[in-house]
């Protein structure tokens, strides 16, 4: 469940600019889906009318704003609290500046990662926020606006336990903490009722005291707040009345003078039970406050004000202290947490070895030998070794230029960070410095800088006081934050790090440095503060995340890991960094060491022109024969995969103009991968062995045939390309089907040079259903289109090398020259089209086999399952090899294949205990369902699937080759229980792989079938075919077809009997038979 929000508002402070930043940021948001699964209509960054609003008056200010625009929205003319009493609104406030993120505590980078977000992205403390709330912490609550801090780190249980019945008023979100940490912070005190007495704030040991629990802890403020309807509605009301008009944008167009309220002081407390409207109002600052506090009192007082307590969560303010940062940075959350903390994230790091347990590096390219402390942090920086970063130490926002005044630079608790500053039209780097120490408020005479005493300092560098702070200045007022140390500009020179660094008095002719420093023109950090460029600092994170992902890119494909680009494909299309990972992707598929990695490039295009379109253009799968790319193909057909990829990258500039473009010029991707696919899978040709036999006399009968084909598990681990860069594992039994092999195929040689092609009904004996004679290579050219006339035959011809295409020897010639004349090939199957139980490539063994020792050679069984392989890749149907073992290699056996290429098939017979096999033959029964699917329909999505590497499906292949090796054992161990659960989990299995293959017919059936059975599963790629069983009871054909007949909407069905098959295919050769000699009616191929 998630909270479906009807506004989303981030406030920001007035006079920082980058609200036009900050809105592109949510709508960034929108699109990666982090906003829930319904994002809200309305998405606002509003900047806060004064400078100095405090959380209270930007609190009014975007509720009114929520308020005018969903009124406007509802087709209202002027603002309406009815708006507000269905909404479900979420403020949340970016606060104060921050001493170590230029963008804000909100957009500081935590050192995570989310592996299921659709889209990949740094995550921002804003985004952890908005997870807790969007799914945890506001789930069930009625509606109204919640207000929420960002600068905290909040862990928050899934569950939060928050009771909304009969909730009315105002509630506020407590978390447990320690006493000892309450003493710098806020605490509730409450009445056994959960009612808020007061809001003690950096309390006394006895007023902490009182707020403590059972458990030793107290409840601590954490930002949050809820308004009901009613409360919010009031709320709103008082923007109209003076002062509180002036925490609005109305209010300063109005020419209010500037007020400043606090949320919990000004606003929450005064619905505190102990709290009497004398003390609420005269605890204000100045009189517009205080009048302000009387409004507020009179407006909210009446409804109750409750207190939520989180007992697991947790809160971490994030101070102003370097070493409570960097601790927070590398001291990673439990498992409350809805985010995978990491000490590497979204980063390249060349040797991740250097990085010690406990740093932390997130958005970073480290390049060479980084050696990186614990304890320490680097943020956003490009670096390049060799480096070394000591214990304590945080950089950020560093760009390669900075790594050789690094180099031999001892780097121990200094926080080193580079900034983007604008200067009116002027923009411009520069580096601060200070230590994980220094306390940026504390006068001169107690504080240090650089963790010394300003007094150290001065001696080591030569710098005095006059340099940093202007004379008429006050002691009290001279601290670091007021110090003007850092370089922006100079005269005559450009500034770099080197001109912060030597202010660690290890320059050895400081003298240089520090005339050089004088000269320079200086700021100090609190004059720096409304100088940074938000926009200018979040348009570099994104380039360097960007950066660090075509790094990604090139580690993840080269290095064939199962991680999938998908997520950061579709970040790269939101935010406009599309063609930089295409052109990796380009670089990658031409530059490969071989095919498979090749191929995957190519898919990852693919996906990310599918991502383009946007969900607009179009299915993905459809066909990919447009002439245009025709020349790119042919490059890739005859090898030169460089060529063929600069050739791709070429034509693709003219498909990019609109979403249905977008969506062809994918499939044309999809369909370069394809070819690259078959050339890996060729690989296997190299385990082809043929021999020479006998030639059989002319008009001699060379006869085949095979048995079906049951695949108990395993089956997708087979296909290509998941079966060389995963592996596969699958269990097949050769089984006769109402007692007969149903699958067969004869050749023989003709007086006439040339090719005959018959289709006969069903069995050797049946009718003729199709008919085709070949004269001329011009006739095969069509044999790699699988639905054209005999195409399945023309490429058995073709692939057993009896005919050389292409070729410049007529078919005539060749024939006659090699065997003195023509064939003719007859094919059948007893098997209905789409049956699952491997028809196709059975067959495609069978042709093989006769056709093989028709033309005097002879193959070995390994030899035709690879053979197979070869003709389906030509055939282009890019079936896997499970079939083939199925239906060529006799009994039950399991084959294997590794990750690797050249792709090899090893099949092992499985051994099963004396009489188990007829105990399968009494249990195993055949259902047809009615329903017929194209496995191809199935395979296009599979394989795309796979090459996103989609963490379901990864996980899935694994389970796949995991359950075949269980399935094998249960049949060694002769366990039908067990055999069962395999063929159960085996179909829950394909169903991932393949979601749509169980059409709802199929789906009652095998409902009605569940309580007589341990286990079923579909056939083949599923979708339809025959269904299999396993039954509880031996020998039920009969007694399941009546509880079947007597079941309502299973359509068509029939249920047949099955028997493994120990003796495996059969060849045999029918002596010469005058009457066969010819065969007459037949048609001229075209």
Known sequence: MAAEWSALLLTCRRGHGGVSALQRELEVRRLRGGLGPRPPALLLA??????????????????????????????????????????????????????????????????????????????CNLDSL????????????????WVCSTDMLLTVPSTPGINWDGFQGVRVIAVPGSPAYARNHGVYLTNEQGL?????????????????????????????????????????????????????????????????????????????????????????????VRSARSVLWTALRGFPLSMAYIPNASYDYMTASASDHIRSLTLLPGSASHLCFCKTAHSHVDEPCLLEDGSSVTNCLLEGAVRLAAGSVIQHCHLQGPLAIGPGCLLSGLNVGSSAALRGCPLRDIVLQGHHVRLRDLSCHVFTLSGRLDDW??????????????AEFFRQTGIREGDLWDAEMPRRSRCLLSARLFPVLHAREALGLEDVLWLLGLATVASEHLARWRTAWRMSWQELLPCLDTEAELGARQALFFLQGQRK????????????????ARSAVHEGYHEAVLGTLDDVASTASDAGIAARALACIAEVLGCMAQGEGGLRSGPAANREWASAFGRLENGDIAGGVQELAAERQKWISRPALLVRAARHYEGAEQILVRKAVMSSCQFISVGQVELPPLGQWVQVVCPARLDLSGGWSDTPPITYEHGGAVVDVAVLVDGCRPIGARVRRIVQPELRLVTLGGTPQGKVVAELVCRELEHLQDYSQPHAPGALLKAAFICTQVVQFPSQKPLRVQLMESFGGGFEVHIWSKLPHGSGLGTSSILAGAVMASLYRAAGKAASTESLIHAVLHLEQRL????????????????IKIGRSKAQLPLRVEVEQIPVPDGFTQILNDHLLLVYTGKTRLARNLLQDVVRNWYARLPSIVQNADALVSNAEECAQALRQGDLLLLGKCLDCYWQQKKCMAPGCEPLAVGRLMDALRPYVHGQC?????????????????????????????????????????EVDTGGFSVEVVEYDTKDDAHTGVDRAV
């Open 130 to 145: 908005l997870g807790t709330m969007t799914h945890r912490l506001c789930v069930g609550s009625p509606p109204g606006v």
């Open 441 to 454: 408020q504390s006068p001169v005479e107690k504080a240090t800088y650089l963790n010394m005493p300003w």
């Open 1018 to 1058: 579909l056939a083949g790629a599923g979708g339809g075919g025959f269904l299999y069983i396993l039954t509880k009871a031996p020998r039920q054909k009969e007694a399941l077809h009546q509880i079947l007949a007597n079941t309502e909407g299973l359509g068509n069905f029939s249920i047949h009997s099955i």
């Open 553 to 568: 890119v090139r580690r993840v494909l080269l290095g064939r890991q199962d991680s999938s680009l998908l997520p950061l």
């Open 196 to 288: 808020v007495r007061d809001i003690i704030y950096k309390g006394t040991e006895a007023q902490i005291q009182q707020c403590v629990g059972p458990d030793g802890t107290v409840p601590l403020v954490c930002g949050i707040v809820f308004f009901s309807s009613d409360a919010a509605e009031q709320l709103l009301a008082t923007h109209v009345i003076p002062p509180l008009d002036a925490c609005t944008y109305m209010g300063l167009d109005s020419g209010a003078p500037p007020i400043q309220l606090s949320l919990f002081f000004d606003i929450v407390l005064c619905m505190a039970e102990g709290m009497t409207e004398e003390d609420f109002v005269k605890g204000g600052g100045d009189a517009s």
């Open 876 to 891: 282009t149907t890019g079936g896997g090899w499970q079939d083939q073992v199925g239906g060529l290699v006799p009994g």
């Open 46 to 123: 509003v900047e806060d009318p004064w400078a100095s609003l405090g959380s209270g008056g930007a609190t009014l200010n975007a509720l009114l704003v929520a308020a005018e625009h969903l009124s406007a929205r509802a087709g209202c003319t002027v603002v309406t609290a009815d708006v507000l009493r269905d909404a479900r609104i979420l403020i949340l406030h970016m606060g104060r500046d921050f001493s170590f993120d230029d963008c804000g505590r909100a957009f500081t980078c935590l050192p995570a990662e989310e592996p299921g977000a659709a889209a990949e992205a740094l995550v």
